[in-house]
């Protein structure tokens, strides 16, 4: 039953959880919110949220003690879903305001948009559609049945950069750059754009990643 998974939302004073709640109650699901280590480590999955800078994202995650509680979570196999922030702060370094270390789940760096086309204005605020990398297949992972003409919500002025193009899941372009929109390492997914506030197209990847949980599918 779904209302039987143990999903943590990790707590770590960053950005408004309401709506991510709300997008998990609509599947049946209720999450809990927490920075207790324990319940984190006790849980089925966890979803790290975030809005913000990429060092603020990170102190508040050192001053809980959750660094590496996350990396052993991580380290374990159980589903991730970084969201923004949250997404970025899976990556090794991040280059915002200065260069800080990040948690290092998957490999690479965050950093700042390049000059774009058109004039278009940095941060990217609005919607976008997202497309599978060639020979990236999306069945049965968090975008099965993705059409890629849906649109996501994105708001953001830093983008991922993964070492590897094996951890580049799904792209989006803007303003004639084309960037990484999502990330992924096994059971463990980032995606840039926030999937709670993306309408009926987000909340279908919430529940293709409860679905994940339930059946152990990526």
């Known amino acids: ?11 770590y004073g ?19 919110v927490s920075e207790d280590p324990k319940v984190l480590k006790e849980a089925s999955a966890i979803v790290l949220p ?3 800078s990429f060092e603020a994202g990170m102190r508040g995650l050192e001053i809980r003690e959750l660094v590496e509680t996350i990396q ?19 990556l090794s370094l991040g280059h915002e305001f200065g260069i800080f270390k990040g948690l290092d789940i998957i490999r690479g760096k965050v950093v700042r948009f ?18 599978p990398p060639k020979n990236i297949d999306w069945k049965d992972t968090i975008l099965d049945s993705s059409d890629p003409k849906n649109s996501f919500y994105f ?15 799904a792209l989006t372009e803007y303003g004639g750059y084309t960037f990484c929109s999502i990330v992924k390492k096994g059971n ?31």
Do not use: R
């Open 1 to 11: 039953m779904k209302n039987d998974l143990k999903i943590a939302i990790v707590d």
């Open 14 to 32: 960053v950005g408004n959880l309401y709506s991510l709640i709300k997008a998990f109650e609509f599947w049946g699901v209720q999450a809990i």
């Open 50 to 52: 975030g809005v913000g």
């Open 72 to 90: 052993e979570i991580a380290k374990s196999g159980k589903p991730i879903l970084g969201i923004c922030l949250g997404a970025q702060l899976m």
């Open 155 to 169: 708001v953001h002025s830093y983008i991922l950069e993964p070492e590897s193009k094996e951890n580049i899941f």
């Open 114 to 131: 390049p000059n774009l086309d058109n004039n278009e204005k940095v941060p990217h605020i609005g919607w976008n559609t997202i497309s």
């Open 188 to 218: 463990i997914y980032g995606c840039q754009f926030h999937p709670e506030k993306s309408g009926e197209v987000g909340l279908k990847l919430i529940n293709n990643f409860i679905n994940l949980i339930k059946y152990g599918k990526n």
